[in-house]
């Protein structure tokens, strides 16, 4: 049963730091890539990072130099490690994974307000 979990969402300050969390279960993310998005209100979902199975990663960028996608084998978790927030960053931020090019399953999501 594949299932992915985001935490680590919160309340910040601008130029305020989180590191979020994606378990993921049911698969093994290094197998595959993965990626963040986020949503803000009245906006679409927009990815984030990426990082594939070679390692190699991937960012938008509003978020280069800020964001750094990560991955931990031994967790089977992926990260998203957020510095230098700003007010634009608040939005629900998704974990997904991706087969072979499209986005097949998602978690509900880990809310980031700065303010």
């Known amino acids: 049963h594949v299932q992915l979990v985001e935490s680590g969402g919160g309340s910040v300050e601008p130029g305020g730091s989180l590191r979020l969390s994606c378990v993921v279960s049911?698969?093994?993310?290094?197998?595959?890539?993965m990626g963040w998005f986020r949503q803000a209100p009245g906006e679409s979902r927009k990815g984030v990072a990426t990082?594939?199975?070679?390692?190699?990663?991937d960012y938008a960028d509003s978020v280069k130099g800020r964001f750094t996608i990560s991955g931990d084998n031994a967790k089977n978790t992926v990260y998203l490690q957020l510095n230098t927030l700003k007010t634009e960053d608040t939005a629900m931020y998704y974990c997904?994974?991706?087969?072979?090019?499209?986005?097949?399953?998602w978690g509900k999501g880990t809310q980031v307000t700065v303010s």
């Open positions: 997904a994974k991706s087969p072979h090019g499209t986005w097949d399953y």
């Open positions: 049911g698969f093994t993310y290094s197998g595959y890539c």
């Open positions: 990082i594939d199975s070679n390692g190699a990663t």
